[in-house]
């Protein structure tokens, strides 16, 4: 059995081998071509899965070029991340924890109940759980007026008691 190394980690693999059995790198043009198209599909299954709403991004599907980026196969998990988005969800959990401490120290007064489903509501996470069913996170203004309407309902029955 004839031994090569590989170009990328060195190691001593078998002059066959299609790929490096020690960092997986591929060894002929071929098996390059095949990661390549492996890649591609992963991440245009991944842009599906998650709604396919981005199109295609004007990428001409017959070039081939494979040079798919973090963002093509992560897309919706970047896009969650800017900086608009990590800043809302700071706010909503200040904002929501503010209103449950509040209302848990009024407890005794109905009002506070409301107050209580309003800082849940706001809350990020029961953002993204009541979106389950739709497939995706709930919108932020629906979350924000709902804490609204909660907040001035309970504000109101604070003021009537
Ligand atoms: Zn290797």
Redesign the pocket.
């Known amino acids: 059995m004839r031994m090569k190394t590989?170009?990328?980690?060195?190691?001593s693999?078998d002059d066959s081998a299609r790929f490096?059995?020690?960092?997986?790198?591929p060894?002929t043009e071929e098996a390059a071509e095949e990661l390549d198209e492996y890649v591609r599909q992963q991440a245009e299954q991944v842009a599906a899965e998650s709604g396919g709403v981005r199109g295609d991004g004007g990428r001409s599907g017959g070039t081939g070029s494979g040079d798919v980026t973090t963002a093509d196969v992560f897309g919706v998990a970047v896009e969650e991340l800017t900086d608009r988005e990590q800043l809302w969800r700071r706010g909503c959990y200040v904002v929501g924890y503010a209103t449950v401490v509040v209302a848990l120290t009024q407890i005794t007064n109905p009002g506070a109940w409301f107050l209580l489903l309003g800082g849940i509501a706001i809350l990020p996470p029961t953002r993204r759980l009541l979106g389950l069913p739709v497939g995706g996170t709930f919108k932020r203004e629906a979350m924000a007026g709902l804490y609204v309407v909660f907040v001035a309902l309970g504000a109101a029955l604070f003021f009537v008691l």
């Open positions: 590989c170009p990328r980690c060195e190691a693999i490096c059995s020690q960092c997986g790198a060894q």
